[in-house]
């Protein structure tokens, strides 16, 4: 811009900078871009044919009003259709910019062609720009989704995250529906290990609240207490890897499911007895997930993916 001088630049600039502070955060930023772009593109040419030649001469608010207004409601019919509702955010977005309407005014064909310019070269640009430098990798995106379950296992053991029974279930919902939206070419036999992996990571996730829960009643055991703190602090540095703080995890469970369960047999006042029923549970549950989904949890190397 600098070099050449030319006096759009600044222009496409900032259509430069409006898509990429719009899709830099999606997981498939070129896609959204690409969306993006035909809408822009559909707004030059519906603005090409009002400016120059349905608006050239009219120079009455009702001529403005009738042409633009029917260019406006096929934008606005669009967001119907939801394949097209990014296409057409971007028509009504740009589309007033191209015409650059005035009061008793006729418009400007200059202006037109000064901004119709940088705006699909800037876009174009952005497009480009997303498939070169941030391109989407669905096996990098399964690996990152993996270390983030990890880390809110982590987060609830120590009790870091206040999550609840809805916000668990609404996240790795939310991870199921963009394992499935964004597959791609992923064979089936993958996306269902992996839809597998996430429902079983729920699952110890529920349970790991039902302990923390179980853990703050007063009349449980002490040395029940001390089983399940046990079992909470080796899940927050949960590893993953089974030689390391992952095999030390599923030992301590299944060290509290036994004093758990000795600790049941000799218990003879109900309130307490359904408590430690309620913790074994729970432990048997996180103990059977940890020991069939060994290679899901570990994060330090692929899963049927290859390596990263």
Same mark, same amino acid.
């Given at each position: 811009?600098?070099?050449?001088?030319?006096?759009?630049?600044?222009?496409?600039?900032?259509?430069?900078?409006?898509?990429?502070?719009?899709?830099?955060?999606?997981?498939?930023?070129?896609? #959204?871009?690409? %969306?993006?772009?035909?809408?822009?593109?559909?707004?030059?040419?519906?603005?090409?044919?009002?400016?120059?030649?349905?608006?050239?001469?009219?120079?009455?608010?009702?001529?403005?009003?009738?042409?633009?207004?029917?260019?406006?409601?096929?934008?606005?019919?669009?967001? #119907?259709?939801?394949?097209?509702?990014?296409?057409? $955010?971007?028509?009504?977005?740009?589309?007033?910019?191209?015409?650059?309407?005035?009061?008793?005014?006729?418009?400007?064909?200059?202006?037109?062609?000064?901004? #119709?310019?940088?705006? $699909?070269?800037?876009?174009?640009? @952005?497009?480009?720009?997303?498939?070169?430098?941030?391109?989407?990798?669905?096996?990098?995106?399964?690996?990152?989704?993996?270390?983030?379950?990890?880390?809110?296992?982590?987060?609830?053991?120590?009790?870091?995250?206040?999550?609840?029974?809805?916000?668990? $279930?609404?996240?790795? $919902?939310?991870?199921?529906?963009?394992?499935? @939206?964004?597959?791609?070419?992923?064979?089936?036999?993958?996306?269902?290990?992996?839809? #597998?992996?996430?429902?079983?990571?729920?699952?110890?996730?529920?349970?790991?609240?039902?302990?923390?829960?179980?853990?703050?009643?007063?009349?449980?055991?002490?040395?029940?207490?001390?089983?399940?703190?046990?079992?909470?602090?080796?899940?927050?540095?949960?590893?993953?890897?089974?030689?390391?703080?992952?095999?030390?995890?599923?030992?301590?469970?299944?060290?509290?499911?036994?004093?758990?369960?000795?600790?049941?047999?000799?218990?003879?006042?109900?309130?307490?007895?359904?408590?430690?029923?309620? %913790?074994?549970?729970?432990?048997?549950?996180?103990?059977?997930?940890?020991?069939?989904?060994?290679?899901?949890?570990?994060?330090?190397?692929?899963?049927?993916?290859?390596?990263?």
């Amino acid at each position: 811009w600098i070099a050449t001088a030319w006096p759009s630049g600044l222009t496409f600039i900032m259509f430069v900078a409006i898509a990429c502070s719009l899709f830099s955060t999606l997981e498939r930023p070129a896609l #959204a871009t690409q %969306a993006f772009l035909h809408g822009a593109c559909c707004a030059v040419l519906a603005g090409g044919v009002l400016d120059l030649l349905l608006l050239g001469k009219p120079t009455t608010f009702e001529m403005l009003g009738m042409w633009s207004g029917v260019a406006m409601m096929l934008g606005g019919l669009a967001f #119907a259709y939801p394949p097209l509702t990014l296409p057409a $955010v971007s028509y009504n977005l740009f589309l007033p910019i191209l015409l650059g309407p005035s009061n008793q005014g006729r418009t400007d064909e200059i202006v037109y062609f000064n901004t #119709a310019m940088p705006l $699909v070269l800037g876009l174009l640009y @952005t497009s480009w720009m997303y498939r070169v430098f941030l391109p989407y990798d669905p096996a990098h995106q399964r690996w990152t989704m993996r270390e983030h379950i990890l880390q809110d296992l982590h987060h609830i053991a120590e009790g870091k995250m206040n999550a609840t029974l809805d916000t668990v $279930v609404s996240r790795n $919902v939310d991870r199921f529906v963009r394992l499935m @939206t964004n597959s791609g070419n992923t064979p089936s036999p993958v996306v269902h290990a992996y839809l #597998a992996g996430i429902l079983s990571a729920m699952r110890v996730m529920l349970n790991l609240l039902r302990l923390r829960a179980i853990n703050h009643d007063a009349s449980l055991n002490p040395r029940a207490h001390q089983a399940l703190e046990l079992v909470l602090a080796r899940m927050s540095h949960f590893s993953g890897r089974y030689h390391g703080h992952y095999g030390r995890t599923l030992r301590a469970t299944l060290l509290a499911i036994q004093r758990l369960r000795d600790y049941e047999t000799t218990e003879s006042r109900p309130r307490q007895r359904f408590v430690l029923i309620a %913790a074994l549970t729970a432990l048997d549950v996180i103990a059977t997930e940890l020991n069939t989904n060994k290679i899901f949890f570990d994060t330090k190397s692929p899963y049927l993916d290859p390596p990263v």
